[in-house]
Nanobody
């Protein structure tokens, strides 16, 4: 079973950048699509971006298109989310998982990493 640990979050000012990492305990090469999700206070968790094994990326939120870049390195069992020109509305806890997030190889969500963007 794959365990996931997210890192790279922090407190930044609007306009700054962060790079999130999601380290898997085992190979993710067998999971076709990995994704980043986020959950803002009082909100439901939502899909942000996803990346396939072939490198095809999709961005589920219009608000992040052109600012966020999702990528993966199967050799390192890691998924990344480069976030640029951050806005206060990006404030949330960020998680990675498969897309959709009910792959039997990933039994639970990781701890997430908190991103706080001040104006």
């Amino acid at each position: 079973q794959v365990q996931l640990v997210e890192s790279g979050g922090g407190l930044v000012q609007a306009g700054e950048s962060l790079r999130l990492s999601c380290q898997a305990s085992e190979s993710i090469s067998g999971i076709n699509t990995m994704a980043w999700y986020r959950q803002a206070p009082g909100q439901m968790r939502e899909l942000v971006a996803a990346i396939s094994n072939g490198g095809s990326a999709k961005y589920a939120l219009d608000s992040v298109k052109g600012r966020f870049v999702v990528s993966r390195d199967n050799h390192k069992n890691t998924v990344y989310l480069e976030m640029n020109n951050l806005k206060p509305d990006d404030t949330a806890d960020y998680y990675c998982n498969a897309d959709p997030p009910w792959d039997h190889r990933i039994p639970s969500w990781g701890p997430g990493t908190q991103v706080t963007v001040s104006s």
